[in-house]
């Protein structure tokens, strides 16, 4: 282990908890953390322990898995730059729900639970920004639910390749950002059902070669993953259910106008800020599928729109847009 470095804390002071919380807050809280290197496959901690530590991702992913009682792994979520992990124990002694495990090599700054909950009687400002930050990380997981039970494995898996796209429509060529078993896992289906599904996107112009997919049309690909499929639960008698078009649900990227624009909006907002869209979609595409999910239902673009045509240096934009932290983080060099 070693202390962070000054690129570790510029970027940890930009995201979550620490965003939202004065410097000095801040600096108190990061008094005693340290830097945690992790080969692949590498378990930081494992379901069950004791919840000693709060965490944080410096550099590459982390899976999150629970073990089920007939021994088999079940993806809960995976974890890029910036993302934490076990905020909520801050409140309670617990044992971690979920194994995290490295899928690659990653750096992970820790800070002892006894600290974090010390700070929090002393400020209690800083109880707010955990509790804030532990909600955004129940939003994810809803949304994650509802894509489970609402939408077919094909869905699943087109909205996936679609969010890896540096394009929104005509032909893109893109690189799996993991391994496939580790997709599937994430997507809640299995590994044979995945290659199943790659093998039906045929016909919609998707080709798999190992990592590398080539996609012919972006825009086809798009419809079918918005394509509304039967609810998953039954209505009770008497009761109508009607089933809210993906432009309506919260957090869900648009195939209409309004989802090419705000898709627009992004990519000029990431020009403003000299951040390079493929890059990120190599380093970072969960992080950027989060930001596209949130632009997609922001309700500003029209005022982004206005800013990034007048001046789109000028700070206001970090005032009113939901994903002014995410990217913020992403201004600070990843090397």
Request: with cysteine; proline share 7%; glycine share 6%.
């Amino acid at each position: 282990m070693s202390a962070p470095t000054p690129r570790d804390l510029k970027l940890i002071s930009r995201i979550g908890v620490f965003a939202a919380i004065p410097r000095e807050a801040a600096e108190l809280l990061v008094g005693p953390a340290r830097v945690v290197t992790l080969r692949k496959g590498q378990a930081l901690f494992r379901q069950g322990d004791p919840t000693t530590r709060f965490f944080i991702v410096l550099d590459g992913t982390l899976k999150l898995c629970r073990i089920t009682s007939s021994g088999e792994e079940a993806i809960i979520q995976l974890l890029t730059r910036g993302e934490s992990v076990a905020a909520a124990s801050a409140f309670a002694d617990r044992r971690y729900l979920v194994t995290a495990e490295a899928v690659g090599g990653a750096r992970v700054i820790q800070i002892p639970m006894e600290h974090v909950r010390g700070c929090i009687r002393e400020l209690p400002e800083i109880a707010l920004a955990v509790i804030t930050a532990t909600s955004q990380h129940l939003s994810q997981l809803v949304q994650h639910v509802e894509d489970l039970k609402v939408n077919s494995g094909c869905q699943r898996v087109a909205e996936f390749l679609v969010s890896l796209s540096p394009v929104r429509n005509g032909p893109c060529d893109l690189q799996l950002p993991y391994g496939k078993t580790l997709i599937a896992g994430s997507l809640g289906v299995t590994p044979e059902t995945l290659s199943r599904i790659f093998t039906k996107l045929k016909p919609a112009g998707v080709d798999v070669h190992g990592s590398r997919v080539t996609i012919r049309e972006v825009d086809v690909l798009q419809e079918l993953a918005a394509k509304q499929q039967k609810p998953s639960v039954l209505p009770r008698p008497g009761i109508s259910a009607r089933r809210r078009p993906p432009s309506e649900i919260r957090g869900r990227p648009s195939s209409g106008p309004a989802g090419d624009h705000n898709a627009n909006l992004l990519h000029r907002r990431l020009a403003a800020l000299d951040l390079d869209f493929k890059e990120l979609l190599r380093r970072e595409p969960r992080v950027l599928r989060d930001l596209q999910c949130v632009c997609a239902a922001c309700e500003k673009r029209g005022r982004c729109s206005r800013d990034l045509a007048s001046d789109a240096a000028y700070p206001v934009w970090k005032t009113y847009c939901p994903n002014a932290a995410t990217l913020n983080a992403l201004r600070v060099p990843a090397g």
